[in-house]
């Protein structure tokens, strides 16, 4: 018994077996751009939140398969765009906001639970009798619209005034064995996006809105200890089928602009 124990556990991909170096989290020390080229909504594009790291896998011994990559979740989200005295449009992540999770996915909505398919992942199917080296990347950034007048109006009048986005993620650098689910959690990272952006929409389309506040990102932080991935960060849905749209009037009830898909 003792000689089949000892093969199977040395046929066993362990976190002390997987070399991890280059580990690399940073956001892009530029401002966020605002572009008012359009007449019915204000864009604006925030820098890059990158990560990549160099991986050394060892031989897979038997018939499985390997991912390792990037997965990501929203862990906070504010994200409010007011329109004076009227009130304020704003995304938002019911269960998150409510508590019932403690984050949502952020993968692409197709290749769960990974954030993207290209650079973000390594797919390595066994057996192999030598290790394997590689990268994995990804990046990541806002660039939404939002209407110069009230989202729940038929009037085309810019109203807008300011709009305030303060959001959190987790991601994590994982080994997952397809075949059985085992997950090892190789590297966590935690980064902030924070966006806030001052607007008078009496003036010319073009000079209307400017960015105050800070001009660049607090840097990500690596962190030295590895940090569980809730369940929901693994499945369906992601933040972006979730986030619900609401007008939430000064006076009135609030309303569903854009529900959840």
């Known amino acids: 018994m003792g000689c089949i124990q000892s093969i199977t556990c040395k046929a066993r991909i ?7 170096y280059d580990v690399c989290a940073t956001i892009d020390q530029c401002p966020t751009l605002i572009e008012e080229s359009s007449p019915i909504v204000l864009r604006y594009k925030t820098p890059y939140f990158k990560a990549s790291a160099r991986v050394v896998m060892p031989p897979i011994p038997r018939n499985e398969t390997w991912v390792v990559g990037w997965i990501q979740a929203c862990n906070q989200m504010e994200f409010f765009n007011t329109y004076g005295d009227l009130g304020m449009s704003s995304w938002e992540l019911p269960d998150l906001r409510e508590g019932r999770v403690k984050a949502i996915s952020d993968s692409d909505g197709v290749s769960y639970p990974w954030y ?3 650079t ?4 390595l199917v066994g057996p192999t009798n030598k290790i394997s080296r590689f990268s994995v990347s990804m990046n990541d950034n806002f660039y939404p619209s939002v209407t110069w007048a009230v989202p729940v109006s038929d009037s085309n009048v810019p109203l807008l005034t300011r709009i305030k986005r303060d959001q959190s993620f987790t ?14 959690i190789l590297q966590t990272i935690k980064w902030r996006m924070r966006v806030d952006i001052e607007v008078d929409p009496l003036q ?6 400017r960015l105050v506040g800070r001009t660049q990102q607090e ?3 690596i962190l030295n200890r590895m940090e569980p991935i809730p369940p929901n960060a693994l499945v ?9 749209l609401m007008w939430r009037p000064k006076r009135g009830q609030p309303l569903v602009v854009i529900p959840p898909k």
């Open 219 to 221: 840097q990500p932080k």
């Open 236 to 244: 369906k849905p992601n933040a972006n089928d979730a986030q619900v």
């Open 116 to 118: 993207g398919n290209t």
């Open 171 to 184: 991601t994590w650098l994982v080994a997952m064995n397809t075949t059985t689910k085992e997950k090892i």
């Open 14 to 20: 362990r976190r002390e077996n997987i070399v991890v």
């Open 204 to 209: 010319l389309l073009g000079h209307r809105a």
């Open 120 to 123: 973000e992942t390594v797919t």
